[in-house]
């Protein structure tokens, strides 16, 4: 068996359970002072304080006084794409809002070229690029979309790049099938047939391949009503995948109340989200998955995070890492962002990336707390406490990234500690 002692945690701080913290659950983080953590083939086996257990023939790791905290969840990123989309920078600084460049056949339909032209191994070369620099950053859990293909072909391609990424990277990714991310130019003027595709040829293929545990949505102005929503996401729901939804991003058509409705698993921006829309992700159980950092990239209002908490709809944030809209991976500044803009506490930012991140991609039995029967995943902190992390803006205050047991000296060794 293989074991990994990590002792002398100067506080470890982790929410707790197998599910998604609401109301002011979320704010309940634990800390436990002079800890350590005992992992036996990539999974906790105990946690303690003081004098750890004895341990023959488990590897020590002295963690030096550091904070411990469990390892970050991204639960929303767009990883595999081909190209970038710098030029965008340019347009935005001239006000072209972010709808227009994609009604232009720019945004996600240039990445969509892009990504038609790449091989699934150039895909994934890029992609494992991205999830170095996360995992660097403290992510050890990464959610991953599709919806750069908006072709059966495609589409394919970039699911079974995320399935070898995910044998072959540290980061265990979990899949998403995004093929109504935006209407392909060659259906322009058939919106009906488009949908027909994805019901009837892509999602079963996509299941039949076993390539996605979730079915996501791009519901929005000019590119999926809330009913075209329904429809595509009742025919994943057959073939077991379960939904997802990105609503109320940009104008309020009726995705946050959808997303309640059929009971998806999360609901993804939420930045313009009305109270019904609130109340019926909580009465669905619907993870609001907040992503802040977009709000910062496009100059965008902030969503209702504190609203949500109150209202018992559990919160999580991630980066949203996607070469349009937010080409961010750092969820570092994801937490701090958490605080400034959406007035959450610490401890409640705390619990959004990693307990209730992990509910939002269904692996809050897995991980997103330090417990034991959760995999391995720890952060060790260059800081003291919490507070530190999320005051300390722009910085990378990982020392060492722990996944299923394995050290990750990553980070950035020159940073200055609390
Ligand atoms: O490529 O612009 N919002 N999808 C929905 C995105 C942003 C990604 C992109
Ligand atoms: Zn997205």
């Known amino acids: 068996m293989d074991r990994l002692l990590v002792t ?22 634990r800390t436990l002072r002079d800890a350590w953590v005992m992992i036996e083939d990539g999974v906790i086996a105990s946690v303690g304080t003081g004098q750890p257990e004895a341990a023959p023939g488990a590897r020590v790791l002295d963690a030096g006084g550091r904070l411990a905290t469990p390892g970050l969840v991204d639960a929303h990123t767009h990883l595999i794409f081909g190209g970038w989309r710098q030029d965008e920078l340019a347009l935005k600084l001239k006000g072209v809002p972010y709808l227009d460049i994609l009604a232009q056949g720019g945004g996600i339909l240039s990445t969509v070229r892009a990504t038609r032209a790449a091989s699934q191994e150039e895909l994934a070369d890029k992609a494992r690029l991205a999830l170095d620099e996360m995992l660097a950053f403290g992510t050890t859990t990464c959610e991953a979309k599709s919806g750069y293909g908006l072709d059966t072909e495609t589409e394919l391609r970039q699911l079974r790049a995320i ?13 998403t099938f995004l093929g109504a991310h935006a209407l392909p130019e060659a259906y322009k003027e058939d919106r009906a047939a488009y949908i027909r595709l994805l019901c009837e040829e892509m999602i079963p293929a996509v299941a039949a391949e076993k390539l996605a545990d979730f079915c996501d949505v791009f519901c929005e102005t000019g590119v999926f009503t809330a009913e075209e929503s329904r429809t595509i996401l009742e025919a994943g729901k057959k073939y077991g995948l379960r939904p997802k939804l990105h609503a109320d991003e940009i104008d309020p058509i009726g995705g946050s109340r959808l997303a309640g409705e059929i009971g998806a698993v999360s ?10 829309g609130i109340a019926s992700m909580a009465r669905g159980g619907t993870t609001a998955c907040l992503l802040p950092a977009t709000s910062f990239y496009l100059g965008a209002a902030y969503a209702p995070a504190r609203a949500m908490v109150d209202a018992g709809v559990p919160v999580a944030l991630a980066t949203d890492f996607n070469p349009g809209s937010c080409p961010c991976l750092n969820m570092q500044l994801v937490m701090s ?10 401890e409640e930012v705390l619990t959004a990336v990693t307990l209730n991140g992990a509910a939002a991609i269904g692996l809050a039995d897995r991980t997103g707390s330090a417990e034991p029967g959760k995999w391995g995943d720890l952060v060790l902190w260059e800081a003291g406490d919490l507070n530190y992390i999320t005051y300390r803006l722009g910085s990378n205050l990982v020392h060492t990234v722990i996944k299923r047991g394995i050290p990750y000296q990553g980070g950035n060794k020159n940073v200055q500690a609390s």
Do not use: F, M, W
Request: glycine share 10%.
């Open 267 to 276: 609901a993804e921006h939420l930045i313009v989200c009305p109270q019904d």
């Open 8 to 29: 002398n945690i100067g506080v470890l701080a982790t929410p707790a359970g197998t599910a998604a913290k609401r109301g002011a659950a979320q704010g309940e983080v």
């Open 163 to 175: 399935r070898a990424l995910n044998k072959s990277h540290p980061i265990d990714l979990v899949p």
């Open 337 to 346: 962002l958490g605080c400034l803009k959406y007035r959450l506490t610490p």
